[in-house]
Every structure is written in C-alpha cells, then in structure tokens.
C-alpha cells in the first residue's frame, strides 16, 4: 500500500512565517485521518491556516475522503482503484465543484498517476491516467 506522502499549501505569500510555501505532512494536522500512510488535499489549507474560509464542498470532499480512507483501513488497506474510487465519489455533483484533476501517488511502486478532465463538466477521476514512473525520473545520478 501507500506509505506517507506531503502536500504543498501555496499561496505566494512571502511574508508568511513558512515563506510562500507549506509543507503538510501526515500527521501533521488533527483532521481525523486515521493513518500516517496517507495524506489528503482538497482545494483549501488545512495547516496553512484555519479552515474558515474553505467553501462547504471542499470541506465536505475533504470529509468523505478521510472517512472513505478510514473505513478502507478499517476494511485491509486502500490500493491505487480504491483511492481513485473514492475521488470519483466525490467528484459527484451533487457533492460539490468539478474535479479537474486527480493526483494519486503510490509511494509503493513510485508511481504518480494524474487523471484529467475531458470537459469542463470536471469528470477527472473517470479518466484514463497519465502514468508517471517516479522511480525513474528521481533515480539516483550516476556517480
């Protein structure tokens, strides 16, 4: 399964204390996920700053995915289709914004998989992944 991962909270703002950047890691937030092996995004900061000024369907996707991480657990892990179904779940309308792009990185195999929307209807999760071998981009230089 996945192990870790990180999350950047960029905004620009250079007068913040962690410059224009903030790096999330898992656990570094009490936001109810119940494991370090995974980290979640939705399109608001979760330590940056408070979570004020997030719309309600970013919570609310942030919401059903660690509860959808949770019960995965709960149930023997959660793989790559699984992490990628629970994206398609709350990519529903009746859930929120579109999604125009889905990230899922299985630290695993070093793979990083990007789903695109095809239209602006936002249906990302529903697309065919653009497959990218981590392992081979970040390999070591030759000595």
């Known amino acids: 399964g996945c192990r870790g991962g990180a999350v950047f909270e960029n905004d620009g703002d250079e007068t913040h204390p962690d410059g224009r950047a903030t790096v999330r890691s898992p656990g570094d937030v009490d936001d ?52 990628l179904g629970l994206m398609a779940d709350v990519s529903a309308p009746d859930i929120s914004s579109p999604t125009y792009y889905t990230i ?27 497959v990218l071998p981590l392992g081979q981009l970040f390999a070591p230089l030759p000595r």
Do not use: C
């Open 32 to 83: 109810g996920l119940a494991t370090g092996a995974a980290t979640v995004t939705t399109n608001h900061f979760v330590k940056r700053t408070d979570t004020s000024a997030a719309s309600a369907g970013s919570l609310r996707r942030y919401e059903i995915l660690v509860a959808g991480i949770n019960q995965a657990l709960q149930a023997g892990g959660l793989d790559v289709p699984g992490a």
């Open 104 to 130: 899922i990185v299985d630290t695993s195999t070093m793979t990083l998989y990007l789903h695109l929307a095809a239209t602006t209807d936002g249906d990302a999760p529903l697309q065919p992944p653009h």
